[in-house]
């Protein structure tokens, strides 16, 4: 977890435009230098190479400008009025007092002593010749080794130093100069690079393929069940990212809820091995399911048909919508099967007779012929969608949210084709509030968790139980993952919820949206940073100067004009208060699975004079096979016209399954 600053950081404006990092290698650089050059002289020269030094160097440098200087060589001499200059075998590490003067370095050698000399001392100030000098010296002592060879290593060396921080300084120099000039950031979120976001959090959980990276773009992975958010326009990425978290999802072995109103989804990720489920009732794959299965508590009941029945926004029918919420309660409390409670809804005696003699019957009394008829007409909107879920005799299998989320096995997937979404709503809502409401309980040792992955979130009804879902279903650890288009669409939906629903996802990806009052959000959701600017004034004549000011800002990090003029792929992930701008690939997935088996293969109307089973021809035939809406028309005999010929004539049209 990157580390917090509190409070703001001081301003240092001098030198103001000076590369101050740079000039900072560059001394650190000499300081290594030095250091080098004094360790090769203590332990890679010898003694006499250390003592005849400054003078070397003085003859390598001097004969430029000058071709003599007086020098005090090194001698030794056999006491007997005989001296010669001292050689390398003639010394050795040491110390020799001198007559008026600082006492030698050095000491003569055994080689020395062995060869009859007594003395060693420096001889008289003399001028040499700097050229002849300096041949001497290098032939004589050093080896014909010139001045710079002999410190050639420690000066690479000490170069080294400094092209290893250049680097570093430079950089920090030309950020240094972009925040002078720009602005430096004091507060805020930080915007950074997919590399820099991964370093700051090390993260571990569900990644993003980032164009360019190694890495996937990773969040901490106790992040996930902090839930995620993908906003943005269609086409610019938001099924891709959803992709790549399946992905993952599957790798790991958790199950997944998905909301799939493209289809797109069970195209490439259904597996009916894994024991996967089609919540679709037009699907010859959907189980047989009744509300009257998933009751456990008498309180339940109410829990289900607030989800059915929706209030409007306006709060003007409330009455309207509790009424039949109280009455749809009351009747599964008797457990029928989803066929009697069509059989029911749909007869006004039989709903008399059931809620005779309770507090509900009020609510529908004849006498009150317009509030009953409202109430029975809300009744009778929801048995529509009941009307088409296949009978237990039909389904090769039973299911409830119950039941399964206590085992965890396979994946559901809820899908629709437009045609028929309108009708399939109220079903799709009230399964994902039921599997949200069974999961919002901590789960078991042995139980994995859970991803609801709800793409096109505006496109189903209110879900009661996706507030408390959002804002507590951390203790549950089941990561939910929801993608829209823009505020606008939930707000419509959850009112002055949505606020609230929207700031709770930890993790927020943001893509392309064009409509500006949505971009506009997208970039107060990312956030202000605030930014310290310096000014300089410069004084001509006389008394010439600079003057600097410092100016503090607060601004957006992102315009709104660049969450609009985002391409397709391209989108900000912000964590924490961290904001990683990335690219990211189409995953390329090849759809393995249909879309929709159609089970109700004779749910066809058709215009004019209806025709046998029989008597259809195979071009109809093949229309029925597709949920594509075709017309397909029988051409008239070709011989003339007759009144009975023209009341004979046939147009059979095809259209999808009946809503």
Known sequence: MPETHWGRRETIIWPPHNPIYSYGAVFLALIATGVFLYVHFVFALTPLEKFYLPAYVKASTVPSFRASRKYRMLMTSDGKGHAWYASEPDVASGSTPQPGGKPLPLALSPVA???????????????????????????????????????????????????????????????????????????????????????????????????????????????????????????????AIIMQMLRQIQARGHSAILYDPACEFIERFYDEERGDIVLNPLDRRCPYWGPSEELLRRAEARTVAASLFQPTSDKKGEFFIESPQKIFAHLLLDLPTPQQLIQWMSNPEEIDRRVKGTELASLIEPSAPQQRSGVLGSLSLVADSFRLLPRKTEAKSEWTAREWSEKRQGWIFITSQPAEREALRPLHSLWIDMLVLRLLSAPKPDQHPVWFVLDELASLQKLPQLHTAITENRKSRNPIVLGFQGKAQLEVIYGHLAEVMLSQPATKIFLKTSEPDAAEWVSRAIGKVEIERMKETHYDGSRSGRNFALDRQTEPLVLDSEISGLEPLHAYLKHGNYVAQFSFPKLEIAPTKPKLIERLEDDYIVRGLRKEPSAVDETVAADRAVPAIRVAERKRPQSAPTPEADSEKQETFTFGPRI
């Open 113 to 239: 002593k062995r060869g009859g000399m007594v003395f060693l001392y420096r001889g008289a100030l003399s001028s040499y010749q700097n050229k002849s000098l300096h041949t001497y010296l290098k032939r004589q002592v050093y080896g014909g080794t010139g001045l710079a060879d002999l410190f050639k290593w420690p000066l690479i060396f000490g170069l080294l130093t400094l092209l290893v921080q250049l680097p570093f300084s430079i950089a920090k120099d030309i950020r240094r100069r972009k925040e002078m000039k720009y602005g430096r950031r004091l507060k805020g979120p930080v915007l950074v690079a997919p590399k820099e976001f991964n370093k700051a959090f090390q993260g571990t959980g569900i990644g993003i393929k980032t164009d360019g990276g190694k890495e996937m773009l990773r969040i901490p992975i106790r992040a996930e069940d902090q839930h995620f958010e993908i906003i943005g326009d269609t086409g610019s990425g938001k099924t």
